[in-house]
């Protein structure tokens, strides 16, 4: 069964930091390229984060560049994403997805909660 299961959400004060979390199951997760993605409220989702393998290459928003970073833990199934000096605008659900091809697996979200 597939699976992909994001965690490490909360309340945070701003200036303060999170890790999100995205463990997958039942796909070969290590050959997917994984992004993180945001919603907030009354907002269109925007691509946060990618990593790609080989060689793990990374992008990332304008808006969250030298805060945020992307890695992955092959061994463990797992991606991360460091959320460093946050603030009140990165309040959003994130999610994970899971990318191959035309496949893709999505997570079901946690929420990030940044008070001023």
């Known amino acids: 069964q597939v699976q992909v299961v994001e965690s490490g959400g909360g309340l945070v004060q701003a200036g303060g930091s999170l890790r999100l979390a995205c463990a997958a199951s039942?796909?070969?997760?290590?050959?997917?390229?994984v992004s993180w993605y945001r919603q907030a409220p009354g907002k269109e989702r925007e691509l946060v984060a990618t990593?790609?393998?080989?060689?793990?290459?990374?992008n990332y928003a304008e808006s969250v560049k030298g805060r945020f970073t992307i890695s992955r833990n092959n061994a463990k199934d797992t991606v991360y994403l460091q959320m460093n000096s946050l603030k009140p605008e990165d309040t959003a659900v994130y999610y994970c997805?899971?990318?191959?091809?035309?496949?893709?697996?999505w997570g079901q979200g946690t929420q990030v909660t940044v008070s001023s």
């Open positions: 990593i790609i393998d080989p060689g793990d290459s990374t």
């Open positions: 039942g796909f070969t997760f290590n050959t997917y390229a």
């Open positions: 997805i899971a990318q191959w091809g035309t496949t893709n697996y």
